[in-house]
């Protein structure tokens, strides 16, 4: 049975830093492209960034240059650093594993993350 468990959210003030961690048990973690997606309230849910196994990262426009994924297969966990935090940034952060060789996609519960003064 496939976990996605994330941590690592909470309030934060404009220009400040938050790091989440996504520990991934049940499934052979470095075969799966993981990424970290978000929903604020009456928007659809995005993407924010994907790092494959072994390859480069992708990012959305509105967060390139600020935050930062990343990935430690020995450890199952995918990381995203986010600076330069911004009130827009307030969303609910989704840990995600995609696997598209087997149809496999799994979600974590999501974390929320609100950058308030």
């Known amino acids: 049975q496939v976990q996605l468990v994330e941590s690592g959210g909470g309030l934060v003030q404009p220009g400040g830093s938050l790091r989440l961690s996504c520990v991934a048990s049940?499934?052979?973690?470095?075969?799966?492209?993981m990424g970290w997606y978000r929903q604020a309230p009456g928007k659809l849910r995005e993407l924010v960034a994907a790092?494959?196994?072994?390859?480069?990262?992708n990012y959305a426009d509105s967060v390139k240059g600020r935050f930062t994924i990343s990935r430690d297969n020995a450890k199952n966990t995918v990381y995203l650093q986010m600076n330069s935090l911004k009130p827009e940034d307030t969303a609910v952060y989704y840990c995600?594993?995609?696997?598209?060789?087997?149809?496999?996609?799994?979600w974590g519960q999501g974390t929320q993350v609100t950058v308030s003064s």
């Open positions: 049940g499934m052979a973690f470095s075969l799966y492209t």
């Open positions: 790092i494959p196994s072994g390859g480069s990262a």
């Open positions: 995600n594993a995609l696997r598209t060789l087997s149809f496999e996609n799994y």
